[in-house]
């Protein structure tokens, strides 16, 4: 058994946020939910060979997941040792589909972390104060613990340039530098039964699948990620690596952080921004 510090697991790629520059690519109006037949196995083949400090289940928005009580359940079950801290992270949208959730939250010391995404933005405002006012309710009357997570701030850094089929890597061909100033360096993520370095690159095809991308991200687009059927040693070299080739594709030097727009803009607002009309919409 190997232990690593994080392991991140979408239970759906969809969101109903379109963030700018979302690390996880879930902006760009991506679908797909993961069974909980499914992460099951996934979860009880990887389990056994790692145990992650802080395992994080996410997406997309988690809250838009139907099973999302059950999974919390079969993720703890998987992980049953305390050592393995759990976190939900969501924006907080859809928590009242889930009455069952303060409960399953609690039986399986699971943290509710609320992402904040604006504070200045009317449309976002209107839409999470609702999630945000049950989740605080939730701590205070159902003794769940919730955390709110600042993602306005110094987090939300970006890994590549521009939007859609126009998306663009960084390429400044410093890898090393690039990994040093990575906020998603230790986020591994379990993305079709298999281990993949970080959101960054496990969700690229998915991004190559929906726009013609550029030539530029072929070399990225061959990243091999870590199968099961891996060996020891494999397994090993994979959670101890750091900067790789790949990680030219985002950038070497320290950024300012994004300023958000309006996260509730749809798919076809940022589209059109960053077509070839872009400037004249603009
Ligand atoms: S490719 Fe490297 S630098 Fe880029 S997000 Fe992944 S780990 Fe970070």
New binding site residues.
Partial sequence: MFTTRQLEFHVTHTCNFTCEGC?HYSNHGHSGTISVKDATEWLYNWSRRVKPKHFVILGGEPTLHKDLVDMVYMVRMMYPDPYTKIDLVSNASFLHNHPNLPEALKATNTTLAISIHSIKDPNYGKRFKRGYNLAKEWRHSRGVRVEFWDFTNKHWIP?YTGYGAMMAPYEDNDPQQ??NH?V??HALQLHENKLW??P??AYLPMQAKKYKLSEKWSPYLKYKPLDIDCTDEELKEFLSRE??S??S??PAKKLDPIIKQDPTLPVSYWEQKYDHMGDIIE
């Fill in positions: 690390s890994q690039s990994w990575c998603s360096k370095k970080c960054a690159l900067h790789e790949y990680c594709m985002c």
